[in-house]
């Protein structure tokens, strides 16, 4: 018996950094050591209060549903975490606490589309964000972000894409792949477009000489994600939260009662002592973050992989790779093989990422340098000679 998929399911693409992972820890099976530069996964364990909260909360019970929007303790620190960090005031009822902030995006697009309709997306842009959109019969649709422009999003070019079905513009700041942060006005004018605008702010925290501000400084009536995830090292705990306009609370509570019942109990009180207690953590693995970018971006100079907007957040370089392969998925899946060093294909991430590859500074300092030096010997071995003269 054939069992026909739905028509999102065939939609949705593959996501190609999953891709070379999955490859790479096939070669690892077979002994091979990797350098992992292409995901962006936190090598820092979480920290301490983190755990002992979470062992806490299950030697005293608390394993069992919690209220579908989160229990109030943690949405009054969020609340509060709001208050103390960009001066605004968030009432903890417009905050639902969500299974990471892909659990938050699976309710937004659940709650704004209907078959047809179409949100904005930056292009280089987050490879999931197309298919979220996709599996609620969405239609993604794309605005140049270049780099000559430092990856700033051009609000004219915004405006000139919308139509009567777009229900949203999406930002993403700082910015997966780019690690661009888009500024205050910026925000303020895609407010005044009129249409709804959703902020992933999932790597606010993880800035380098420079705050990215918060949709909420600007209105209170856009969608603002963030999580735990980036900047507490708590990639598998999966909890995030959604912050909405007040009046669009009760259908999204309606959503994650019947799609999660609620956020994981236990992650909830792990959450919660990160707000309470990780700030000085948080603290040192930025600031090791930083010093990793700073040996990253000057090493793939070296190489002559263009880069030229530095990274201002997050923990991602864009790389220019033309010279070598405008193919990109095709060059990531060459330099595994060979270099037995992962990267991201560029063309993940968008059109106008293809030919580049993303390098993530997640990775430990010593595992930076080794990927560094494996890609300097396959560059000497290869055929890229002319390339690299200067070298």
């Given at each position: 018996?054939?069992?026909?998929?739905?028509?999102?399911?065939?939609?949705?693409?593959?996501?190609?950094?999953?891709?070379?992972?999955?490859?790479?820890?096939?070669?690892?099976?077979?002994?091979?050591?990797?350098?992992?530069?292409?995901?962006?996964?936190?090598?820092?364990?979480?920290?301490?209060?983190?755990?002992?909260?979470?062992?806490?909360?299950?030697?005293?019970?608390?394993?069992?549903?919690?209220?579908?929007?989160?229990?109030?303790?943690?949405?009054?620190?969020?609340?509060?975490?709001?208050?103390?960090r960009y001066r605004v005031e968030v009432d903890p009822?417009?905050?639902?606490v969500t299974t990471g902030s892909s659990g938050a995006?699976?309710?937004?697009?659940?709650?704004?589309?209907?078959?047809?309709?179409?949100?904005?997306?930056?292009?280089?842009?987050?490879?999931?964000?197309?298919?979220?959109?996709?599996?609620?019969?969405?239609?993604?649709?794309?605005?140049?972000?270049?780099?000559?422009?430092?990856?700033?999003?051009?609000?004219?070019?915004?405006?000139?894409?919308?139509?009567?079905?777009?229900?949203?513009?999406?930002?993403?700041?700082?910015?997966?792949?780019?690690?661009?942060?888009?500024?205050?006005?910026?925000?303020?004018?895609?407010?005044?477009?009129?249409?709804?605008?959703?902020?992933?702010?999932?790597?606010?925290?993880?800035?380098?000489?420079?705050?990215?501000?918060?949709?909420?400084?600007?209105?209170?009536?856009?969608?603002?994600?963030?999580?735990?995830?980036?900047?507490?090292?708590?990639?598998?705990?999966?909890?995030?939260?959604?912050?909405?306009?007040?009046?669009?609370?009760?259908?999204?509570?309606?959503?994650?009662?019947?799609?999660?019942?609620?956020?994981?109990?236990?992650?909830?009180?792990?959450?919660?002592?990160?707000?309470?207690?990780?700030?000085?953590?948080?603290?040192?693995?930025?600031?090791?973050?930083?010093?990793?970018?700073?040996?990253?971006?000057?090493?793939?100079?070296?190489?002559?992989?263009?880069?030229?907007?530095?990274?201002?957040?997050?923990?991602?370089?864009?790389?220019?790779?033309?010279?070598?392969?405008?193919?990109?998925?095709?060059?990531?899946?060459?330099?595994?093989?060979?270099?037995?060093?992962?990267?991201?294909?560029?063309?993940?991430?968008?059109?106008?990422?293809?030919?580049?590859?993303?390098?993530?500074?997640?990775?430990?300092?010593?595992?930076?340098?080794?990927?560094?030096?494996?890609?300097?010997?396959?560059?000497?071995?290869?055929?890229?000679?002319?390339?690299?003269?200067?070298?």
């Amino acid at each position: 018996m054939t069992i026909p998929l739905s028509e999102s399911a065939r939609s949705v693409s593959p996501f190609l950094v999953m891709e070379i992972l999955e490859r790479a820890q096939e070669l690892e099976r077979a002994g091979t050591d990797i350098v992992h530069l292409e995901v962006g996964e936190p090598d820092f364990d979480c920290p301490a209060c983190v755990t002992q909260a979470a062992e806490a909360a299950v030697r005293c019970g608390k394993t069992h549903y919690t209220h579908s929007l989160g229990n109030i303790a943690l949405r009054s620190a969020i609340s509060d975490y709001y208050r103390t960090r960009y001066r605004v005031e968030v009432d903890p009822g417009r905050i639902l606490v969500t299974t990471g902030s892909s659990g938050a995006l699976t309710l937004l697009m659940a709650l704004l589309l209907d078959p047809g309709d179409s949100v904005l997306l930056p292009d280089p842009g987050y490879a999931c964000y197309p298919n979220f959109i996709r599996a609620f019969h969405g239609q993604p649709v794309y605005f140049p972000v270049d780099e000559a422009d430092g990856y700033a999003y051009q609000v004219a070019e915004i405006a000139a894409q919308r139509t009567p079905r777009t229900r949203a513009v999406l930002v993403n700041s700082p910015a997966n792949p780019t690690a661009a942060i888009q500024s205050r006005e910026t925000l303020r004018s895609l407010v005044e477009l009129g249409i709804p605008v959703i902020s992933d702010e999932i790597y606010h925290g993880l800035e380098y000489g420079v705050r990215a501000p918060s949709l909420l400084e600007v209105t209170d009536r856009g969608f603002v994600l963030d999580g735990f995830s980036k900047r507490y090292a708590m990639t598998g705990w999966r909890i995030g939260w959604l912050v909405a306009p007040g009046e669009c609370v009760p259908a999204l509570q309606r959503l994650q009662q019947n799609l999660y019942i609620c956020a994981g109990s236990v992650a909830q009180e792990a959450a919660l002592a990160a707000l309470r207690g990780a700030e000085a953590d948080v603290g040192r693995m930025r600031a090791e973050y930083d010093r990793r970018r700073l040996d990253l971006l000057d090493g793939l100079r070296r190489l002559n992989l263009g880069v030229a907007v530095e990274p201002r957040g997050a923990y991602y370089v864009l790389a220019d790779a033309r010279h070598l392969d405008p193919d990109s998925r095709r060059l990531a899946h060459r330099i595994l093989e060979e270099a037995h060093v992962g990267v991201a294909p560029g063309v993940d991430f968008g059109t106008r990422a293809e030919g580049r590859l993303r390098f993530s500074f997640a990775a430990s300092a010593s595992r930076i340098a080794e990927g560094l030096d494996r890609l300097e010997g396959w560059l000497r071995r290869m055929s890229f000679r002319p390339s690299l003269a200067g070298m």
